[in-house]
């Protein structure tokens, strides 16, 4: 199945991944992951809820975690260029018929709640509070570093029809994984802001969230935030890297949170804005795709993920990596 | 003067900043220059020509070195979204009565030619040969390992006047300079592609290029390049740096070429690609604008510039900076 | 088994390691490897035989490639003090009943060759000729940037008996793994240079050559060295790593010369001038002794080693390591 | 006057500098500066001292700050190898007939008290209280991540006499600058530990400590200080850098304290345990000698030290550098 055609006028106009609310077990230990650990910044906190940002945005939140009984992922949240982008979306959602609702969030103008056609919660904003720079208040940063929200990254069970429907949202693929056997697509990274990807897809059991990710300045960071982890209790939140991506070509590492939600820590992928970018192809069966350096993902990886709240997501067709770590 | 109101819709759309050519007076003090030193790739080159690109740029030329009897800037390129941008570009610039005119170069689909009112030789293209990969060719990576051309900067003889008109151009100013004495602005750093500059303004004796930058992975790469430069007969061509600037927050090198042409080589400002993104003001008397640390600028990177291809420079009528190292 | 009391005072002054000699089958190949890719400096070369030293290196060559039949390792070459040094070792050496002979070696001064208790080959020599600073060369650091030689590791049939003798030698124990069911020593890091080790002893069948190791600059050169062999066909020769060892705390990667010769890229570790620096004691079931990140080593690693020239290694009588990635 | 042979059997041996006493007019601001933005770490603190160690030693002191009305720097202390070598420099002091006391010091050994020829007050121990290690601590690691003390600098009046004093104290140089004209030191760099130096000379009105220098992991260490200096209110306290010394090839950086006293933050000089390392030569007119990219020192660099308590400066008989920034 080839990929689609890039649709570059889309029905209207997301400039990029911008938040998404975690449930979890016990908030405390989420704080000291997220906060005191990984460095992001508390901008609202309440008995039940943390906001938080990274050191370069002035959105009030890229995450939200809340008290809950269940560990879960919640909407996916997406910024639009205008507010009439949102008249558009809600239009172009019903005409789908998938559900939507208007919502109110804390800090965020109106808010478009609908889902994708597998069931992943979506929901879309044009304006949110603004806050001061920090990206200067050096004595601020500490942990990794982060600097900001890029990516989402979730199992499907179906990525061609992932890929065919946020195409048509204006999601351009910058790089695929096929299985040359059967010609159908097991990965693909699609972006609307101008890097490797907003959000990508992965075969497997779902709809669920695989990992949310974070941007930091450089592998340094990474390498300081593993010598942190392990000597802090964390050790055993180490999943996957350092390494180098094939795909993306981005340093990377991977990390679980006290529930169990995987982070992705990430740099230095490539620009992608130009709208006659080439996708890359990668074969299924080629570790250095997941790995440059050859190391092959564990297990988890490949079969662990938060699932979304509301959505029961169900397997694939197609059959497992035929690469994973022993 | 307030800055303009960011224009959301241009009349056309400017994916980026794309190449420029240089007019060289020694092709082979260049070429040691450009690609033995700084690591840029040939992708092409005859008697008096050399096409350059970066390393993650699929493009087929960021830099065109053409020799000449005289050292000087040409035209500054953009790439445009679509061919019909194209058309809107030519239909922009003559209600403006700027001058237009297609033109043919090599690697590149129909060109627009034009100038910017200040007499800037501006073209824009939409489609240019795109060349394989070779950001995951290590072997080939030297010098500053440059990944991407990032901006021009250019002196004005009229800040105010040039963010108008490429405000018109769609391009959003991220930070400014402002001389708090008559209001007026004194620099100006905007974008189209997602990062703190595709174009910048500095008041001077212009129009002239202040400099064009290139994009490296990290401050590592930097500290290589002047260790490198310094001790293979380069050590004259350092101008400035290393440095963070106050304004983008980057990483920053200023260096010459053989002919003077200033280069910057640059890594880690921050996305901009928020419609709502409120730039950020800087006072003309703060010396940490220019370099957070403390340190002022040689008076040489105040003054010396390229003058562009047939177009005289005319002073500006603001004072010089006030802070100029001695 | 307790540690021996350092011995302050040694028979005679050994300054550090210092060479070794690799006799590998395809010196093409070889040279491809210690050339080319790690970045090693050639300083002589004849149809059989490649002389190697390090961009900060003065001394002649600190490996010595040698055209052979089979891969095996030679002399652990070390250097001494002053001419004096030598004759004290000579008849150190001799008490111990262990073989002596005075040889001939290219650019060493009279060289003193041993063995020590358990069959290693050593030689001993005062001066090496010396070479012009390259250090400051910057054009010519590349591949990994080796600045110099900084440890070999040999696998031991009996660890508590190679402390003890290279103790008598002066090597001060900096860090050591026990054994806690059995009290014996499982390996131990010994230095006389200020390092945390110039020879490291680890159980196994022995004694064989575990690795020789390179200092260099920071963790970014080794990750620039992954990216470099991951794209010029030695992804295989990639073994474990990169990481942090507990153990010396250094940042590591371990990787395959084209006869499975293993070499060490390392960096960081830390200053052991104090006569009175206190080893540290790890546990050996404890994973983060390996790395502190938590992944086990491969068996590989463990497992295997390059054989010294005229010693047949034997089993150790302590069993393997509890901690071995599957 | 050429170097003085280096002297390979001093009369006792001297293991490595060790700490320095600073006096300091107001304590307060001194801790904000050495362990809230530098990143050392507190061993013990009364009302009017301060104990202070980076994070690899092990010794419980290197920096002691003292209450006082004035700023002047005290004691340079340096370890010996063992309480015999103590009374061995007792001996040799007494019979250049320099002042000798035995004076109690907290948390060392017994500690002999003297002065070098031109009155630089010195100070001797063998063992100081050992402490725990922190270096795998890493949640401790802040600032600029300082990992041990790594060298004095002292303006001398007279270089020539300096360095063949500490020649016969053991030290070794590694490099110098001569005065072409007069064949005088200018300056020179000897080291007991085995790296380019523990103490060092430069011409000027002296004796004063010009800085003590501490040893970080890479560069990139260095320009998170100078962040985190520009945007905390110490702008003005950075003097001199970031760059690369020629002399050493470290990459370097100078700060002065709330009083005055400079700080260098200093990593990757090269190893120097070699007897017969040639030292290298620089001439006083070449300004990469100082900056290998080029710049020159400020003013200040070359004026402004710390006196030393009890000791009146006097000025040298050469003339003052010929490459000072204007």
Redesign the interface.
Known sequence: MPLPTPN?YPAFNI??LSHVELAVTDLAKSRAFYVDTLGLQVTDETADTIYLRAM?E??HHCIVLKQSDRAEARDLGF?V??EDDLDRAEHFFKAKELPVEWVERPYQSRTLRTRDPHGIPLEFYS?MD?LA?I?????LYKGVKP??IDHFNCFSPDVDQSVAFYNELGFRVTEFTEDAETGRLWAAWTHR??GVHDIAFTNGLGPRLHHVAFWV????NI??L???????GY??N?ERG?G?H?IS?A?FLYIRDPDGHRIEIYC?D??T??????P?KWDLKDP?RQT????PAPRSWFEEGSTFAGTEPRPSALAASPIIA?
Do not use: C
């Not at 300045?217 to 340094?220: C, G, I, R, V």
């Not at 804005?273 to 080439?278: F, N, S």
């Not at 440059?292 to 190391?295: E, F, S, T, Y």
């Open positions: 570059l400039v990029r370069e002035r959105g910024k260029f205008s304006r603004r720079p990206h200067q208040k050096y004595a600097l900001r802001k101008g300045p450089t592998p340094l390498i300081d593993l010598d942190l982890m392990a000597t802090t050790v055993g180490i350092p180098r094939g070509n340093f230095s490539y620009q804005v130009d709208p006659d970018l080439e890359i250095q440059l350096w050859g190391a022993p």
